[in-house]
């Protein structure tokens, strides 16, 4: 089978540039990228071929997002396999690493197989299990990194919860550094957040609702950079949300640490006022919280700045059973596969924080090298035929009511974003195109 991808600009994050080029895959495979490839090959008359025309789009790595809840097992009601990877399509990213905080949890050997099998017979795009840090995600005793490893874990992660032990973080960090594989860690310390549901500042105050400080999070960035620092562990900080975790950032990488991070799409698009602009709406709460507008610039200025090494969704989605309460008792979490691309064409292209090498580096290449995914991220001839074709002029409304996730709980619903998805390519096979699942 041979596909060619003609006429787009492709978005190259390893020769750092961005030219008008054809893409050809064979057998799964990238082929040959360059100018004026469709035309050689007799585009379109060749049996057996199939071209897409990428005329005014952009063609890119397939996204990879190190960070989505895809919920199963135990957690169907919410989401599974099969809706989760079918939004991550939709979304234009053709792998994702799927977080632990299942039920049972995954931390061990079975879990981990558990989540690759269904994958593979149920799975639209390429899911990567992460293994949690401690048994349970009890935060107390370390589970079996090494047998989760061998059986395909890409990394490790208690998220939801935090490591709240020092030690078992030490410990973790240096264990987890022989099997190569790096540490996500969910930033919070719990003292300081207990009982918050958004940002503490001055709309908490005027909604009458508890606050989450700054300070919840910088604190255990601070710690967990340290503890970088002491074991030469690779510590990943993810969904970071103010300005004080990205200054840490920033000595821990002039120091040269193993320390790396990432940020939402929904940080950089909304802020505390949002609680009060939707009414409540407790789509609108998450861990971390939505935080102010100067935190907002902040996140802006780091990817502007480098300091940012990654873009990922967080993807949490619930039922509406979860959210539909009141804003005290709803869970925390956004679904955010299917928005994803639109809120960071709008808000970091479009705002001319970021070019789309910029957007591949962050969503496809650098994604894929913390989770040690070789062959992913990347147009290098070789590679696995993973590609996210975008038209970056299309604007479109949100409406959770055509999600294939089935996490409705998004605070975009309504709104106009610019660039959305229209072709999803997994290994040579087109699962998404023209915008629509095929």
């Known amino acids: ?26 057998d799964g495979r990238i082929k040959a990228v360059g100018p004026g490839l ?27 997002d190190a960070h989505v809840h895809l919920r199963e097992p135990g957690q169907e009601h919410k989401e599974d396999i099969a809706s989760g990877t079918a939004a991550a399509a939709l979304g234009g990213f053709t792998s994702v690493a799927a977080m632990p905080n299942t039920d049972p949890v995954i931390d061990d050997r079975v879990g981990v197989e558990f989540v690759k099998e269904r994958a593979a017979a149920v799975g639209l795009v390429n899911v990567f299990p992460v293994g949690a ?14 047998e989760m490893a061998e059986a395909g874990a890409v990394a490790f992660s208690d998220d939801g919860r935090p490591v709240s ?10 264990y987890a550094g022989m099997f190569g594989r790096p540490i996500i860690s969910h930033c919070e310390d719990t003292d300081l957040s207990a009982g918050g549901v958004m940002h503490l500042g001055y709309w908490s105050t005027v909604l009458g609702l508890k606050g989450v400080p700054a300070a919840a999070e910088e604190v255990m960035v601070a710690r967990d950079i340290i503890l970088a620092r002491l074991t030469g562990g690779r510590v990943h900080l ?20 193993a320390v790396t991070c990432d940020i939402t799409p929904h940080h950089i698009a909304l802020t505390d006022e949002a609680v009060r602009t939707l009414d409540y709406d407790t789509s609108t709460k998450v861990n971390p919280p939505l935080r102010t507008e100067a ?13 940012v090494d990654l873009i990922a969704t967080d993807h949490a989605p619930h039922h509406l059973d979860d959210k539909d309460v009141e804003y005290d008792h709803a869970a925390f979490g956004i679904s955010g596969l299917e928005t994803a691309v639109g809120l960071v064409v709008t808000h970091l ?13 962050l969503m496809s290449a650098n994604p894929a090298r913390l989770l040690g995914l070789e062959d992913k991220g990347t147009l290098r001839p070789g590679a696995d035929a993973d590609v996210t074709v975008i ?30 998805v229209t072709e999803t390519i997994v290994g040579g096979r087109i699962v998404v195109r023209g915008g629509r699942l095929v």
């Open 1 to 26: 089978m041979r596909l060619v991808i003609a006429g787009g600009l492709v978005a190259d994050p390893e020769a750092g540039k961005a030219e008008v080029a054809d893409v050809v895959i064979e």
């Open 165 to 174: 032990s020092g030690e078992v973080m030490r410990l973790a960090l240096e």
């Open 295 to 307: 935190d907002r610039e902040a996140l802006r200025l780091a990817v502007r700045e480098g300091l």
């Open 391 to 420: 038209d970056p002029e299309a604007e479109w409304t949100v409406d959770p009511e055509t999600f294939a996730s089935k996490g409705r709980n998004t605070p975009f619903a309504g709104l106009t974003l610019r660039g959305r």
């Open 238 to 257: 993810t969904h970071l949300s103010t300005a004080g975790s990205m200054e840490l950032v920033r000595r821990a990488k002039e120091e040269g640490l």
């Open 38 to 64: 469709a035309g050689e090959a007799g585009a379109g008359t060749r049996k057996g071929e199939t071209v897409i025309d990428a005329a005014g789009k952009v063609v890119l790595p397939g996204l990879v």
């Open 133 to 146: 840090v401690t048994k349970g995600r009890k935060g107390v005793e370390l589970a079996e990194m090494g």
């Open 349 to 361: 292209v479009g705002g001319g924080h970021l070019d789309w090498v910029g957007v591949a580096r």
